[in-house]
T-cell receptor, first 110, second 115 residues
Framework: QKEVEQNSGPLSVPEGAIASLNCTYS??????FFWYRQYSGKSPELIMF????GDKEDGRFTAQLNKASQYVSLLIRDSQPSDSATYLC??????????FGTGTRLLVSP | DGGITQSPKYLFRKEGQNVTLSCEQN?????MYWYRQDPGQGLRLIYY???????QKGDIAEGYSVSREKKESFPLTVTSAQKNPTAFYLC??????????????FGEGSRLTVL
């Protein structure tokens, strides 16, 4: 079982819709969780991080964490074509290094 | 502006040659990392360093070497022993302080192609 799993996609949504991206992880001791956005050919940039169970909102983005079920999700409201990118889920297992999923490719059509 | 600088951005290498990728940061971060990304794949950890003059192997260290002689610098050498070196290489840093958030700051990457 991979440590961090994501559906590779692509996830296609129309402009203005809500995009829902999901990630599961295997290490119950994981402490912090990150969502990075990566445009093609570019380096990842941090979108959200979350440590506690529940929801965390930042503008159009909401991160959701459920440690009991070992999943973390990212909701993007009012999706825009500029949101089209690959979204990487990353998990900090407590050893000062992040483990990344393979990413979900999001396509937002005008 | 603070940040991480990687060079070169693009590099071509013949088989059997060693190459060194540069990574410099002026964020005063203690921890630095090298990741490799292949097409359609996530990031895989090559090496990381939490403090000067110390570093640890990541998940795919074979065929690579690093040094950490200065806090600001963490160069990666891709040796001829690396069987499939063509990839996108990303350097990152983090504060490394407790509580460790784990947030990584990335450089722009170096794309290595073996001819």
């Amino acid at each position: 079982q991979k440590e961090v799993e994501q559906n590779s996609g692509p996830l296609s949504v129309p402009e203005g819709a809500i995009a829902s991206l999901n990630c599961t992880y295997s290490d119950r001791g994981s402490q912090s969780f990150f969502w990075y956005r990566q445009y093609s050919g570019k380096s990842p940039e941090l979108i959200m991080f979350i440590y506690s169970n529940g929801d965390k909102e930042d503008g159009r983005f909401t991160a959701q964490l459920n440690k009991a079920s070992q999943y973390v999700s990212l909701l993007i409201r009012d999706s825009q074509p500029s949101d089209s990118a690959t979204y990487l889920c990353a998990v900090n297992t407590g050893f000062q290094k992040l483990v990344f999923g393979t990413g979900t490719r999001l396509l937002v059509s005008p | 502006d603070g940040g991480i600088t990687q060079s070169p951005k693009y590099l071509f290498r013949k088989e059997g040659q060693n190459v060194t990728l540069s990574c410099e940061q002026n964020l005063n971060h203690d921890a630095m990392y090298w990741y490799r990304q292949d097409p359609g794949q996530g990031l895989r950890l090559i090496y990381y360093s939490q403090i000067v003059n110390d570093f640890q192997k990541g998940d795919i260290a074979e065929g690579y070497s690093v040094s950490r002689e200065k806090k600001e610098s963490f160069p990666l050498t891709v040796t001829s022993a690396q069987k499939n070196p063509t990839a996108f290489y990303l350097c990152a840093s983090s504060t490394g302080t407790r509580p460790n958030t784990g947030e990584l700051f990335f450089g722009e990457g170096s794309r290595l192609t073996v001819l």
